[in-house]
């Protein structure tokens, strides 16, 4: 085995790597497949072929720290949170024995018949987004679509009101940004505050149908609760909300922003959905390959072990950098790197892990994201980006998709004459 | 008498359905194809699995991690 090369001065967060983590993540795979960050002690796995073998052997990697903080939270909020933040692991972050009953009653609630039942409610829903947007010469898609469709999509599953969805999705940017950026303390503090305060709206959420069950996924639980009490309880299900509350929309949201991006910057991709809408179901596969909203996911190692040689020592944690391994050419060939909407092996992509921890989400995801692009090449075939803007990212390292996205829906030609854009001869 | 050819088309498509479904020939937990609600003949040590990405006869006592818990 040979010793692990070290990346002093790779940081994650660094401003062009947040905009682009393509191109160094390119240089590791090739020169340095495994890497050790010694900023924030974690070993970096770049191949296709390492990730999915770590995904599929629970003997020696643990899922423990797979929502942790990716560094730690300073003291004044960790304060704020030991006043009652009281998560434990329920389902990414969870290990054998515990993740077998917590994922088997998720799937007794989330099972394809709901899923079913609940996708003329998105495309309803959906439509009157893409209505309202074509009302506008230049609009943010981002703020006007793909931010508010998955997060009803995912809250009103769960059953959160309407009216608490914008306080939700504040919240819920800032427990990603307290759990994968990096903030100033003050900010750290104020963040924390949120986070608790999510915690606690959930905790009374449940309790509230705890007491009178409606027809909702977390009612679901709760009468699964009383019929296998051994099973699951009131906490387990305060947590699998809890979780669910942000994974069930941040990662759509950010898959439809990317993909809108990759398919306008490539026009003809574009065009060919339009022409062939037959191809949009594997065009969703080809975003989560090509720019996926999770560019990594982690583990902790059981024992001595190692990865493509490198030796990782018992309870070292790791980065599996999925954007890397969906960027391989050992698995996805020599134009890997290209957007291509008829890409035979874009399905094989690791965006949603696989295996045991396989992301119960990802049918609600798919499903979303399809009707998301059904919807927009039907009624906005014209789109076009606003040009000259800089697209920016969420400053956080593990998920990635753009806060803002300018596009003139009736194309860039229209919003000129309207005024919207101004006049380029 | 000459050995049949092995047809690479279907082997390539088989060894294609393991890596999309994560198949494996031992149950994960206690969960396995035998309790899946995409196993077409429950009881039966083999059967044919309807769901969409797998497709092919699997055994009783596999797993894929496209397992859906039976309706009850």
């Given at each position: 085995m040979t010793k692990c090369p070290v990346a002093e001065g790779y940081d994650l967060l660094d401003p062009d790597?947040?905009?682009?983590?393509?191109?160094?993540?390119?240089?590791?795979?090739?020169?340095?497949?495994?890497?050790?960050?010694?900023?924030?002690d974690h070993y970096v796995i770049t191949r296709y072929a390492d990730i999915e073998h770590v995904l599929l052997d629970r003997e020696t990697w643990s899922a423990a720290n797979a929502s942790s903080p990716l560094t730690p939270v300073c003291?004044?909020?960790?304060?704020?949170?030991?006043?009652?933040?009281?998560?434990?692991?329920?389902?990414?972050?969870?290990?054998?024995?515990?993740?077998?009953?917590?994922?088997?009653?998720v799937l007794t609630v989330m099972n394809p018949r709901r899923l079913k039942a609940l996708e003329p409610v998105l495309r309803d829903y959906a439509t009157g987004l893409v209505d309202a947007l074509k009302e506008h010469a230049v609009v943010d898609l981002v703020e006007s679509f793909s931010f508010p469709f998955p997060g009803f999509g995912a809250f009103s599953l769960l059953g959160f009101p309407d009216r608490d969805t914008d306080m939700l999705k504040d919240w819920s940017r800032n427990r990603v940004l307290l759990t994968y950026g990096r903030l100033p303390e003050a900010q750290q503090?104020?963040?924390?505050?949120?986070?608790l305060a999510m915690w606690k709206y959930t905790e009374a959420f449940v309790a509230q149908r705890w007491a009178e069950p409606l027809d909702d996924l977390t009612s679901d639980l709760i009468r699964l609760s009383h019929d296998k009490p051994e099973q699951l309880n009131q906490f387990d299900i305060v947590n699998i909300v809890y979780s669910m509350a942000?994974?069930?929309?941040?990662?759509?949201?950010?898959?439809?922003?990317?993909?809108?991006?990759?398919?306008?910057?490539?026009?003809?991709?574009?065009?060919?959905?339009?022409?062939?809408?037959?191809?949009?179901?594997?065009?969703?596969?080809?975003?989560?390959?090509?720019?996926?909203?999770?560019?990594?996911?982690?583990?902790?190692?059981?024992?001595?072990t190692q990865v493509g040689g490198i030796p990782i020592p018992a309870g070292a944690k790791v980065m599996m950098a999925f954007a890397s391994a969906d960027h391989?050419?050992?698995?996805?060939?020599?134009?890997?790197?290209?957007?291509?909407?008829?890409?035979?092996?874009?399905?094989?992509?690791?965006?949603?892990?696989?295996?045991?921890?396989?992301?119960?989400?990802?049918?609600?995801?798919?499903?979303?994201?399809?009707i998301a692009l059904e919807l927009l090449t039907t009624a906005t075939p014209d789109m076009d980006l606003v040009p000259g803007q800089q697209v920016q990212y969420s400053p956080n390292a593990?998920?990635?998709?753009?806060?803002?996205?300018?596009?003139?829906?009736?194309?860039?030609?229209?919003?000129?004459?309207?005024?919207a854009l101004p006049l380029v001869s | 008498m000459t050995e049949p050819d092995v047809d690479e088309v279907r082997f390539a498509a088989a060894q294609r359905v393991v890596k999309v479904a994560a198949l494996r020939a031992t149950p994960v937990d206690e969960d396995s194809c035998g309790t899946c609600r995409y196993y077409l003949e429950p009881g039966e040590g083999l059967s044919f699995c309807w769901q969409e990405k797998v497709q092919i006869l699997v055994g009783a006592g596999w797993w894929c991690h496209f397992w859906e818990m039976c309706d009850e």
């Open positions: 790597v947040v905009a682009d983590p393509y191109p160094r993540l390119e240089h590791w795979r090739s020169e340095s497949p495994v890497f050790y960050l010694p900023g924030i003291p004044a909020a960790q304060e704020v949170l030991s006043t009652g933040f009281d998560r434990v692991p329920t389902l990414n972050n969870s290990d054998p024995p515990r993740h077998a009953p917590m994922r088997k009653s503090v104020a963040t924390a505050r949120d986070v942000l994974a069930g929309h941040e990662t759509t949201c950010n898959a439809i922003g990317n993909g809108v991006l990759a398919l306008l910057r490539d026009r003809d991709q574009w065009q060919r959905l339009i022409d062939e809408p037959a191809l949009i179901e594997n065009t969703v596969e080809e975003i989560l390959r090509f720019d996926g909203p999770v560019l990594y996911h982690r583990r902790i190692a059981k024992v001595d391989d050419p050992a698995q996805f060939g020599e134009d890997a790197d290209r957007f291509r909407v008829d890409r035979q092996d874009a399905e094989l992509h690791l965006s949603f892990g696989k295996g045991p921890h396989l992301c119960l989400g990802a049918p609600l995801g798919r499903l979303e994201t399809r593990l998920f990635r998709g753009p806060t803002a996205l300018l596009v003139a829906p009736h194309g860039v030609r229209h919003a000129e004459h309207t005024g | -």
